[in-house]
């Protein structure tokens, strides 16, 4: 596996980083109503090795191409997990493919979660909504190497239960004693005897030591934005918390500028940042 | 009746009266009763007359708001530690949604026309309850703000 800093597209994926492999779907699973995971596997049967918080780009013949995180096991090198919600063209073609379509791909491109840097640390990782797919391949490798961190904390907010990823999986993290999970929506029925309630509440009252916590966060902007001011209110240092950034992406390899934020390049010098890094261009509105 | 020194004990350990001297504890513990419900319980009602406050010591509280023709919605579940409300602080004292106990809970329950009156009286308490107060209500407000956006609702990439 790859470490924090290293090239992206490099020799797991593709070895020209603009040129796709083709990728047969082998299981389709429907998350929520809107949201699938597609398990693929390449045609050449090469493996693909990635570090978590990378994504690919994914082709859908006469469609387009998207840029996807992948969200399964680092360590199994061949089968490729990618989860998807429908909110558009490429994304609903994604969603409505089937075992035996075949997808074109390239990747693994961008910067990954601090895997190596958390090490040691109390390890907290903030997800929202799909957030939680681009952040499942840095909690399964903290959970194969459970020895190498603090505490591990894994805190989710969704819209409603009917909206929760990986839900299973979910209760399946809650039973380890090995580590803490806890979840929030935003509504519920009454019927729901989990907790209501922004994920902010959540990073509040978690029991991890501020000055030895490294944070991730992944979901909508404005929730990353609230539970980084949570976890440095509650004193965990801004260059130890990191969030991933989405912005509309062609070419993935920091050529054509179409992702580009202030003076970063996304997907190149991203999706993941260090907070410290980007704070002043959250401060400035329309980039 | 209520045995004031255990009750003062049980405010000393909450984290919502961290910040109180022993004197404030004491006179606040007197407008304090422990309380305990069975799931299903409500603890107040819409509409109901807010003349009391609550502080959650075990098990889960939802808030929840009706609307006719649609199951309840839970807008909010509160947890040990957690205060139940403010509308006793506000004219016209009336509460503006349900509290329905999820679990068995215990807690403390204070008189709310006890405490206005002390509130009243020494207006340092009523200044350090508001300011305790304050934070609360501010977060609730936020989280309301940011339960409104929908955050999770399909956001546009830029
Ligand atoms: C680095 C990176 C990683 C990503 N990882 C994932 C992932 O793991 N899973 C996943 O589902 N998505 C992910 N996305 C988002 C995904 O790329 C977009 O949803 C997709 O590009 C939308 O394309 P489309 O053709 O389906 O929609 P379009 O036809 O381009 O847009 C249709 C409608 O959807 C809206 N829309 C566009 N982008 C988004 C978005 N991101 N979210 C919600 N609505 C949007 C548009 O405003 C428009 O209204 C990621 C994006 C980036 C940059
Ligand atoms: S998508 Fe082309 S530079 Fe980032």
């Not at chain 1, 990378?54 to 191409?65: D, R, S, T």
């Not at chain 2, 009266?17 to 004197?23: H, K, P, S």
């Not at chain 2, 139940?84 to 215990?106: E, H, L, Q």
Request: a neutral charge; aromatic letters at 8%; charged letters at 25%.
């Amino acid at each position: 596996m790859r470490t924090a800093g290293e090239r992206p597209g490099a020799p797991g994926g593709s070895a020209d980083p603009m040129v796709p492999r083709p990728f047969r779907v082998t299981r389709r699973r429907r998350e929520t109503a809107d949201t699938f995971t597609l398990d693929l596997v390449a045609e050449d049967g090469k493996p693909f090795a990635f570090a978590p918080g990378q994504f690919n780009m994914l082709y859908v013949h006469g469609v387009g191409e998207v840029p996807i995180s992948i969200s399964g096991d680092p360590a199994d090198g061949t089968r490729l997990v990618h989860t998807i919600r429908a909110v558009g063209k490429v994304s609903a073609a994604l969603c409505a493919m089937k075992r035996g379509d075949l997808v074109a791909l390239r990747g693994p491109y961008g910067k990954p979660w601090p895997t190596v840097e958390a090490e040691g640390h109390d390890v907290v990782f903030i997800a929202g909504g799909v957030g939680l797919a681009p952040l499942r391949p840095a909690i399964v490798h903290a959970i194969a190497n459970r020895h190498r961190f603090g505490k591990v904390i894994v805190l989710y907010g969704a819209r409603s239960p009917a909206d929760m990823l990986f839900a299973e999986e979910v209760q399946r993290w809650r039973g380890l004693f090995s580590m803490e999970v806890d979840a929030t929506v935003d509504r519920a029925g009454p019927d729901w005897l989990g907790r209501v309630g922004v994920v902010t509440k959540l990073v509040e009252r978690a029991e991890f030591d501020p000055a030895h916590t490294l944070a991730m966060i992944c979901g909508p902007e404005v929730m990353m934005r609230f539970s980084v001011e949570m976890l440095t209110r509650r004193g965990v240092a801004e260059d130890r918390i990191y969030v991933s950034m989405e912005r509309n992406m062609k070419c993935a390899v920091g050529f054509c500028g179409h992702c580009q934020w202030g003076s970063a390049f996304v997907c190149r010098d991203g999706p993941v940042f260090r907070h410290d890094r980007i704070a002043h261009l959250n401060a400035i509105r329309e980039l | 009746m209520v045995d004031i020194h255990s009750v003062s004990e049980l405010l000393k350990d909450l984290e919502f009266f961290r910040e109180f001297g022993e004197a404030t504890i004491e006179l606040l513990a007197g407008c304090a009763t422990n309380v305990a419900y069975r799931p299903g319980d409500y603890v107040f009602r819409e509409g109901g007359s807010a003349d009391a406050f609550f502080i959650i010591r075990h098990g889960d509280v939802a808030l929840e708001i009706h609307a006719p023709g649609r199951e309840p919605l839970v807008f909010e579940t509160l947890h040990p530690g957690d205060a139940i409300g403010w509308s006793w602080m506000v004219p016209p004292f009336k509460w503006s949604y349900d509290a329905r106990c999820r679990t068995v809970v215990r807690g403390l329950s204070f008189d709310a026309t006890c405490l206005r009156g002390k509130m009243e009286a020494d207006h340092e308490i009523g200044y350090q309850l508001m300011r305790r107060f304050l934070p609360v209500m501010s977060r609730r407000l936020l989280g309301a703000r940011l339960q409104l956006l929908d955050l999770y609702a399909a956001e546009k990439a830029r």
